[in-house]
């Protein structure tokens, strides 16, 4: 029996071009939905009740919520071919600590400078410039996070480049300039055909923040 | 191995620490547990976890591993003699892991935040917690397929991560007087909580009800400013 396999997702998400760049990764053939998150599918608020939030994957008929999750069940079931996890324990433990770590503090700052002005955006470029620098940390001299090829967290943490140019400019700062290690990183990662593909422009999205934006009150 | 290869630096009343020696235990390891003596952190914590700077660490030989769940899954991974935790079917898996990301990100957040206020402004919490307990009173239904645990015969990752918090949740039972776990409402949790409560993995390691209540206490005051009540 042929697999089954549906992704809901939004376009702009970070979370889904995870399981995205993963599904490409694994060269998983599957449905895209595009949800509007305003006017959310019936599927949707069947397939994930709790959190009513994409990306979901439906695999025959059985919904996985939680982009990370989401990740690592598509590495469990598809587990023959391109591993986006190392086998050692500590070095799966390490990725999946940092792994976490990205989806503990990126989003939420990066969401900050681009929906605040004043002190409060000045507070949030600060932190996301100590984040940031603590990433750079972890990258170290490796090509990647996952050392020689990319891996669990390199996955976790490049959706965010598609936003770098957004970010940056409504947070009037030069990525390339505060971070370059991880802009260096991102570039090279983008070789990869799998992550060229599945990134939207960054342009695009900032388009799309800045519409946001006019619906906060922020333009 | 010998049992100061692996140290867990815990406190007695951190339920992700305990979340650990369960795991611990489950696989029969021996280990030192190094209670952290905070105020001020230790130099082995800030050397261990510079990132996030809190309990647990777990330390295997030299290496430090962070963060309840990824220390759960590394002890499953790292000693694979013994019963397994996590399932083995992905899908199941995929669920109990959910439903501890829950846990922490939704449900244990709002049990902490009844700390920080008092009298009726606990009641609105106290009701988002029980709806979060109906919601796994139905996910065990599902995970337990008819067995003991959400791991089925024996205790597994969601039960580590749900089972950890109960000495808390007895605490903000008594401090407000309203139930959270109800023969009427989540029968299979109730039985369940006493299970999990009477494991052999368990037992002796959860915290009493009423060390936690004074601890809580203490805790309760410093977070709304006033001065710890004796």
């Given at each position: 029996?042929?697999?089954?396999?549906?992704?809901?997702?939004?376009?702009?998400?970070?979370?889904?071009?995870?399981?995205?760049?993963?599904?490409?990764?694994?060269?998983?053939?599957?449905?895209?939905?595009?949800?509007?998150l305003g006017n959310k599918s019936p599927l949707l608020l069947q397939m994930n009740p709790i959190h009513k939030k994409i990306p979901v994957l439906i695999h025959n008929g059985k919904p996985v919520c939680e982009s990370l999750i989401i990740v690592q069940y598509i590495d469990e079931v598809w587990k023959d071919r391109s591993p986006l996890l190392p086998?050692?324990?500590?070095?799966r433990a390490h990725a999946r600590f940092w792994a976490d770590y990205v989806d503990k503090k990126v989003y939420?700052?990066?969401?900050?400078?681009?929906?605040?002005?004043?002190?409060?955006?000045?507070?949030?470029k600060k932190e996301f410039f100590e984040i940031f620098k603590t990433l750079e940390g972890e990258l170290?001299?490796?090509?990647?996070?996952?050392?020689?090829?990319?891996?669990?967290?390199?996955?976790?943490l490049i959706p965010f480049y598609s936003w770098f140019y957004a970010i940056e400019t409504f947070g009037?700062?030069?990525?390339e300039a505060e971070c370059p290690k991880i802009v260096a990183w991102a570039?090279?990662?983008?070789?990869?055909?799998?992550?060229?593909?599945?990134?939207?422009?960054?342009?695009?999205?900032?388009?799309?923040?800045?519409?946001?934006?006019?619906?906060f009150g922020l333009e | 191995m010998a049992k100061n290869d692996v140290k867990l630096l815990g406190a007695w009343p951190s339920p992700y620490a305990l979340r650990a020696r369960i795991a611990l235990n489950i696989k029969s390891v021996k280990y030192e547990f190094l209670e952290e003596t905070f105020a001020p952190k230790s130099e082995l914590l800030l050397k261990s976890n510079p990132v996030y700077k809190k309990i647990p660490v777990l330390i295997h030989g030299d290496k430090p591993i962070c963060e309840s769940l990824v220390i759960v899954q590394y002890i499953d991974e790292a000693w694979t003699s013994g019963p397994s935790i996590l399932p083995s079917d992905p899908c199941d898996r995929a669920i109990h892991r959910f439903w501890a990301v829950y846990l922490d990100e939704t449900w244990f957040p709002?049990?902490?935040?009844?700390?920080?206020?008092q009298g009726e402004e606990r009641k609105p919490l106290m009701d988002q917690l029980s709806e979060g307990i109906v919601l796994l009173e139905e996910a065990f239904g599902k995970c337990?397929?008819?067995?003991?645990?959400?791991?089925?015969?024996?205790?597994?990752?969601?039960?580590?991560?749900?089972?950890?918090?109960l000495g808390w949740l007895r605490v903000a039972e008594k401090i407000t007087g309203l139930k959270l776990l109800d023969e009427a409402k989540t029968p299979r949790l109730v039985k369940w909580a006493e299970s999990f409560c009477a494991d052999a993995a368990v037992k002796g390691i959860m915290p009493e009800t009423d060390k936690l209540l004074e601890f809580a206490k203490v805790l309760a005051a410093k977070m709304r400013g006033a001065p710890p009540k004796n």
């Open positions: 029996m042929a697999d089954e396999v549906v992704l809901l997702d939004f376009w702009p998400s970070m979370f889904g071009m995870r399981v995205r760049i993963a599904l490409a990764e694994k060269g998983i053939e599957y449905e895209y939905k595009e949800e509007d086998t050692d324990p500590y070095q939420e700052v990066s969401r900050k400078i681009w929906t605040s002005k004043g002190e409060e955006k000045e507070a949030g170290g001299d490796k090509p990647y996070f996952g050392a020689e090829t990319f891996g669990f967290v390199d996955l976790s009037e700062f030069n990525m570039k090279r990662y983008l070789q990869k055909e799998t992550v060229a593909k599945t990134l939207p422009d960054q342009k695009k999205v900032y388009e799309f923040v800045g519409q946001m934006r006019k619906r | 709002t049990m902490r935040g009844l700390l920080a206020v337990s397929k008819g067995k003991a645990f959400f791991g089925g015969d024996g205790i597994g990752y969601l039960d580590i991560a749900f089972g950890c918090f």
